[in-house]
């Protein structure tokens, strides 16, 4: 009877110790994910408000300049056709063509920078959101995929695209509530 006790109890001790054995192992264990990094950008709803915000700003641009254009265009066929051009009215159409490429110059210029500045923050705020999903849910490693040498294989299984995805959308939305 006292053998059988003795036994038990160190059938007990023996599963407790390979639990916590595994237990232990499981949690040193290194946890690897990645990402499409293109997937994810395009996907971020930042990025998607951000481009409209561009689109709107740069169609109404393009709308002016169009129309100055337009103008320009107009007046150089009628000073073209009129054989006895006042001179003031050609350096007047002069002086509004330069004022129209600086325009342009300028339009190009702000658009670059805009765009610059507009991707610097999409990533910005992504990079922090993908190190907020990788320590809320256990993440060692998060890798990026995508062309730029960062990860050349994983197993579909490590894939974290979506998760990561849905969780930076869902913290973006929730910040712009708050």
Do not use: C
């Not at 390979?18 to 232990?24: A, H, S």
């Not at 320009?72 to 066929?77: D, G, I, W, Y």
């Not at 190009?108 to 990788?134: A, H, R, T």
């Amino acid at each position: 009877m006292w053998i059988k006790r003795i036994l038990t109890t160190i059938i007990i001790i023996l599963t407790l110790v390979n639990l916590f054995l595994y237990m232990y192992e499981r949690q040193s264990r290194p946890k690897f994910g990645y990402i499409d990094v293109e997937q994810v950008f395009n996907g971020f709803h930042l990025k998607k408000e951000l481009q409209q915000k561009f689109q709107s700003v740069h169609d109404a641009r393009k709308r002016v300049l169009d129309s100055i254009g337009f103008e320009l265009q107009v007046e150089n066929k009628n000073l073209q056709s009129s054989p006895n051009s006042d001179k003031k009215k050609m350096l007047s159409f002069l002086q509004r063509k330069d004022e129209y490429l600086e325009r342009l110059d300028k339009f190009k210029k702000d658009s670059d920078e805009m765009s610059v500045s507009y991707d610097e923050q999409i990533v910005s705020q992504l990079n922090q959101y993908v190190q907020d999903y990788g320590k809320e849910n256990g993440f060692t490693y998060i890798f990026g995929t995508g062309g730029s040498g960062t990860l050349m294989y994983a197993e579909e299984a490590q894939n974290v695209t979506q998760g990561v995805m849905e969780y930076l959308n869902q913290k973006y939305v929730g910040k712009k509530t708050n």
